[in-house]
């Protein structure tokens, strides 16, 4: 009778501890998806840090994280980046969305520029830098639904200003639909969980 109760014990920690990681992983979809937009995306035309035109059609059938920004960002922009390029080691290759990095200093931030800076290390290996007129890129924020982007206020930088710009980084679907969206201060596993959950 006490072996069985104690298989029975067993029995039944084994059940609770297979579920767990079962139960944990259907709470991080619903967060996931919770932040889900059909709205928030849209077409574009810009230009990539190689010169090239550059619509959303040249990402569609695959997944693109998308985050707005500027190479003399000095703090959110490198950091975002970087979580993200640590968050692509836990994703399976075949699995790992493009990187889109979207300038909002079309005066400093040149094709030329944005190639230099997309090299930095630890930024996603496969990431594009884009940028265009400042019409084309108050198109894009729009479609994105931002904030808006602007120059603020001068600094000791050696940019001499810095702009104002959204600090999240969006996922977006094969079909260029946001699936969830991410605060800057998320860290590399809760990115890395996310895409891996919506695959």
């Known amino acids: ?4 109760s104690c298989m029975t014990v067993l029995a039944i920690a084994i059940s609770a501890s297979a579920c767990g990681p079962s139960r944990d992983d259907a709470a991080a979809m619903a967060a996931c998806k919770s932040r889900s937009s059909a709205v928030i995306g849209g077409p574009f035309r810009l230009t990539s840090h190689t010169g090239a035109p550059t619509t959303e059609a040249n990402f569609k059938g695959r997944k693109a994280l998308v985050f707005f920004g500027y190479t003399y960002c000095p703090d959110i922009c490198p950091v975002v980046l970087f979580n993200a390029g640590k968050a692509m080691e836990d994703v399976p290759e075949d699995k790992r969305p493009v990187t889109i990095f979207i300038s909002v200093d079309p005066a400093r931030d040149t094709p030329e520029t944005l190639a230099q800076y997309i090299k930095s290390n630890g930024f996603p290996a496969d ?7 400042l019409d084309e890129l108050k198109a894009v924020n729009a479609a994105f639904k931002t904030p808006g982007f602007g120059r603020g206020e001068d600094s000791d930088s050696a940019g001499g200003y810095l702009v104002s710009h959204s600090s999240l980084l969006y996922l977006m679907n094969a079909d260029w639909t946001m699936e969830t969206f991410f605060y800057d201060t998320a860290p590399p596993a809760e990115i890395a969980r996310c895409i891996n959950l919506l695959s």
Request: charged fraction near 10%.
């Open 127 to 133: 990431i594009v830098g884009l940028t265009g007129t």
């Open 1 to 4: 009778m006490r072996i069985l």
